[in-house]
């Protein structure tokens, strides 16, 4: 496929790393935002120029504004770019889809709704990288009145950004999302609001376990009521099910036996996430190593485990500003965790033992 004119609206975050990406692949990208300077700064970093090009000149749209307002901006880039295939970056579907059909009708099949899992709790185009969308899952849902080409448009600007496409139905996806994004995100969100009746002495003793969960509560309020308003169906059946798996931890915490029955079905759902398409969950282990605060320290630990021949299934990298050191969590196959944490003792690393995850 030729390389495509691209018209990007909307270059915070999600827009501008897009921006880069599509650049680099050789494509020509414009850029516009309803805030001039964002554009310009966007630019400034290399994602494409900013203007409005011709209506004929443009072969792809991509409309990357905050969710309330994408339908709108889609129906006008319909009219305005007769030619184009339009896609956005909204998280939920569904509704956005049932908008432009109703709007127009005539025009809605070159309409191919998507939505890229990425993004970060950051927002702007200073925040942007043009890496931001390599290795993760970029959702195409194709909608009656599409044509094979229109989809294949929008399929190949996701690759050329080196997300991985997956294709679904729009209210396949936001009940997907639902699950796997948005019921998180609340739960982050439950999880730090109760922090603020929490005495200052106590914070004190917060470690990394509590940076995790709450990471992502530091994401925009604004943008966020906007999700979560969009998909409030889909996210009601979610939290339900959580209010019923409250309740019941209510009733064992003084059963220590059904209390860890209840414990490990975490350890489930953790495993869960390791699952490759189309293998089984996988039985693994994690360990964890200690880095020195020294050059290359993790290049060299990679390259150790790479020429043992040990097939790495997921890691996390947390640094400890007081002792100044890293520490890598490794997910391994279990059956040879054991021998990696041998292998790595014997090079000098510094190994714990390693834990079985489900």
Known sequence: MA???????????????????????????????????????????????????????VDLVVVATPPSSIPAVVVDALHRYPRAVVTDVGSVKSSIV???????????????????MAGSQFTGPLTASGSLFVDRTWVVTPVSGNTDEAVAVVVDA???SGARVVQMDPLHHDEAVAQVSHVPHL?????????????????????????DVTRIAGSDPGLWRQIITANSSAIRVELDQVADDLRYLMGVLDDPQ??????????????????????EPLDVSELTVEIPDEPRALARLFTDIGDAGFNVED????????????YLTIV???????????????KGWVAASAARKG
């Open 315 to 326: 890691f996390e990298l947390r640094h400890d500003p007081v002792r100044e050191v890293g």
């Open 332 to 346: 391994i196959d279990t059956e040879v965790a054991e021998q990696l944490v041998g292998t790595l003792e014997t």
């Open 3 to 57: 390389d495509p004119r691209v018209l990007i609206i909307g270059a915070g975050l999600v827009g501008t790393s897009l921006g880069l990406a599509l650049t680099a692949s050789g494509c020509d990208v414009v850029l516009s935002d309803a805030v001039g300077a964002h554009a310009v700064v966007a630019a400034g970093l290399g994602a494409g120029r900013v203007g409005l090009p011709g209506a004929d000149d």
């Open 158 to 160: 996701a690759r050329r």
């Open 187 to 211: 739960m982050s969100i439950l999880t730090a609001s109760h922090l603020r009746a929490v005495p200052g002495e106590h914070l004190r003793l917060a470690g990394q376990g509590i940076k």
């Open 98 to 116: 049932e908008a432009v059909q109703r709007a127009v009708p005539e025009l809605a099949g070159r309409y191919v709704p998507s939505h890229p």
């Open 258 to 279: 059904r209390l860890e029955s209840f414990l490990s079905l975490g350890q489930a759902g953790a495993k869960a996430l390791l699952v490759k398409h189309g293998a």
